[in-house]
Structure formats: C-alpha cells, structure tokens
C-alpha cells in the first residue's frame, strides 16, 4: 500500500522558547515554521491568520479552550501595535485571561521572559 503526503496541522507538543522571527515565520526547538503561531500550554499551534486580518474570537478558540492554564495573552499583532477589538478582549476578559497587545517582536521578546519565570502566558504571533 503506497502512502502519500500526509498533511497535518502544525504543532509542537510542548512549550519552547521562540528562537527568532522575521521573514514571515519563527523558529523554536530546533524547527522552523512559516506562517503565524499560537503558543499555548499544550504546545505551539500553526495559526490560520496574516498581518493586516481582524482579530477576532473565533481565530482565538484554541486560547479560549485552553483558558484554564493561561493568565495572560500577549498578542503580537505584527510590525506595529493594533488594539486588541473590545469583544475580543471581553471574551478573553470572561475566561479570566488579561491581553495585552504588542509588536510581534515585543511579544516574542516577552514571552520568553514570562515563560522562563514559569508563568501562565500564552501567545498569539502574527508572522513578520
């Protein structure tokens, strides 16, 4: 039986430190991945959404599903700071996470300090 490409969706399974970022993409762990990510407690997520989309509450499920390990959302919203939209934040607000939007390099720079002080932060990067 010849097997083809088998297509799966991008995660890591576990936390990791961002190594770097640019040219549309980010590397952790050894691995590269083009595109946006959603670093969260279960892993780091390929995330289905460019600089210049709305961000909105359902491109943030996997953080809201995952809201029970996460205190705080830092949102790399790409080159420049873009507020985070009110039902947004009030989604987020509701399952007891606080956001706090940034530059995607600000947020990457961030995260890695929060997660090695072992705190509960996830991220959502959009890729530069």
């Not at 083009?34 to 953080?63: A, F, N, Q």
Request: net charge neutral.
């Amino acid at each position: 039986m010849a097997k083809g490409i088998e297509i799966r969706e991008a995660h890591f399974p576990g936390r990791a430190q961002i190594d770097a970022y640019g040219n549309g993409g980010f590397r952790f762990a050894d691995m590269s991945h083009r595109g946006s990510i959603l670093c969260l407690p279960s892993g780091i997520h390929g995330w289905d959404l460019s600089e210049g989309e709305p961000l909105t509450v359902s491109s943030l499920y996997k953080v809201l599903d995952e809201a029970s390990g996460i205190e705080v959302l830092l949102v790399g919203t790409g080159q420049n700071l873009k507020p985070i939209p009110a039902e947004v934040k009030a989604a987020l607000k509701a399952k007891g996470i606080s956001s706090d939007p940034m530059s995607t390099g600000a947020a990457v720079r961030t995260y890695n300090i929060m997660l090695a002080e072992s705190r509960a932060v996830a991220v959502a990067l959009i890729a530069v």
